[in-house]
């Protein structure tokens, strides 16, 4: 079955990096675009970036844009998430999604890995 597994969260100090990774099977992972959203308490999970099932396109929201990267390797079937210039405003739970392309659904998540960020 499609097993999406983060890791990498921890605690951190404001301006320092965390990179996060995400360990897919049982599906064709290259097929596939995969996400990094984020959910912080109270409020939505909102979208952080995406890249395509090729690795040639990726989009991020505006909030990350220049300090976060998001990067795929397809022979080890994981995705990561490069977090630089962390800021108390980045706490929260970090998910990654699966879908077919960048602009399709969701249709797997993982189950989280906490991210706190102290200033």
């Known amino acids: 079955q499609v097993q999406l597994v983060e890791s990498g969260g921890g605690l951190v100090q404001s301006g320092g990096s965390l990179r996060l990774s995400c360990s897919a099977s049982g599906f064709t992972f290259g097929s596939y675009a995969m996400s990094w959203y984020r959910q912080a308490p109270g409020k939505e999970r909102e979208l952080v970036g995406v890249?395509?099932?090729?690795?040639?396109?990726?989009n991020y929201a505006d909030s990350v844009k220049g300090r976060f990267t998001i990067s795929r390797d397809d022979r080890s079937n994981t995705v990561y998430l490069q977090m630089n210039r962390l800021q108390p405003e980045d706490t929260a739970v970090y998910y990654c999604?699966?879908?077919?392309?960048?602009?399709?659904?969701?249709?797997?998540w993982g189950q989280g890995t906490q991210v706190t960020v102290s200033s």
């Open positions: 890249i395509n099932h090729s690795g040639r396109q990726t």
């Open positions: 999604g699966r879908s077919w392309r960048i602009d399709t659904a969701i249709d797997a």
